[in-house]
Each structure stands twice: as C-alpha cells, then as structure tokens.
C-alpha cells in the first residue's frame, strides 16, 4: 500500500458530565474513501464502547454537523449524511468534534495528521476498516460502572488473593499452592 491513508488523533475531552485530563487518546488509520460513519465505529470500537444503540454526531471546524440519516429523526439545520460522507473531505491538520450518544456527550477532539500513512507499515497488517494502531490513558466506561453488577453502592473488598477464584488455566490462577 502507498502513504495514501489518514492518521486521525482521537482525544476523549468529556463525557458523562465529566472533563478528562490527561486526555485517554487513539489514533486511527482511515483512507479517505472511508465514511464518517465507519469512522465513528471505529472510535467507539476503540474506546470500549459496548452499547452502540446511540446516535453519533460528528461537526467539523466550519460547524457542519455530519450524522446518519437513516438513525437521525431530526437532523441539525444544514447536516450531511455520515453514511454517504466520506473522509476525502479532511485534509492534514484539520481538526474536528465527535460526540457518541447525546445523553451523556461523550465528546472527543479529533485531529488529522499533518502526513499521510500506510496501514502496512503502522500496524504491520492489511486493513479495510478504520482501525487503531496506537492509543493511551485509562477509558473510563460507558455508564460509569465499576465492576459487573455495580448499582452504585461500595465497592466490593478486595480479597487478599483476587486470583484464588479462578480455574488454575494458568499457573498463577488459582489458590495458591504450598
């Protein structure tokens, strides 16, 4: 492949009422044939996002909202459609916003490198879908759950050994042997 793709640095600023700093980051390979929705995918994917019924919203420096049409009962005055929109319409530098799921504004800067990559040469692998390749910081999740079954009370105690419970599959899973 040719240094044809983009590099998009992807920044979590804000979500669920809450400003992140440092900033958890990823940065994606994408070619610019690829749509803002597969873009958006993408992100989610690589934020950790698992409940994906959410709209998506990007805006671009100019404030044109770019959103799926086909998910979108009332789009933004002046939107185009992320299904049909591809990334041919960044160039290097451009910086853009991404929000995932209107409730809680899961916002992220994104930001196109100044050169243009091959997903070869960054992640040693043929790719046809926007994908990581590099990425930072702690994710917070989704609905700001703790551990599975968190309803928001204490935190369960932390037993003197977390792995005791665990099928010896590899040699330090298990209670510990003496």
């Known amino acids: ?26 940065i994606l390979a ?29 805006t671009l420096a ?16 002046g939107a185009v459609d992320s299904d049909r929109t591809t990334l ?9 916003a991404y929000v995932f799921d209107m409730g ?11 050169h243009r990559i091959d997903p070869l040469d960054e992640l040693g692998l043929a790719v046809t879908q926007p994908t990581p390749y590099r990425g930072w910081g702690d994710l917070p999740d989704q609905y700001g759950r703790r551990w599975d079954g968190d309803d928001g009370s204490a935190a369960p105690r932390r037993p003197s ?10 040699p330090w899973w298990g209670p510990r042997r003496r």
């Not at 100019?62 to 005055?77: A, K, L, N, V």
């Not at 809680?104 to 100044?114: E, F, K, Q, R």
């Open 1 to 26: 492949m040719a240094r044809t793709w983009l590099s998009i640095r992807v920044e979590l600023v804000s979500g669920r009422g809450e400003d992140y700093w440092p900033r958890p980051g990823r």
């Open 30 to 58: 994408a070619a610019r044939s690829h749509t803002f929705e597969q873009l958006g995918t993408a992100i989610d994917l690589a934020f950790a996002r698992w409940d994906l019924a959410h709209l998506r919203l990007f």
């Open 62 to 77: 100019d404030q044109t909202p770019i959103c799926s049409f086909r998910t979108w009962e009332d789009t933004p005055d």
């Open 88 to 96: 041919n319409r960044l160039t290097p530098g451009d910086q853009f």
């Open 104 to 114: 809680d504004d899961w916002a992220h800067l994104c930001t196109v490198a100044d």
């Open 161 to 170: 050994n977390p792995l005791a419970d665990l099928t010896p599959i590899l």
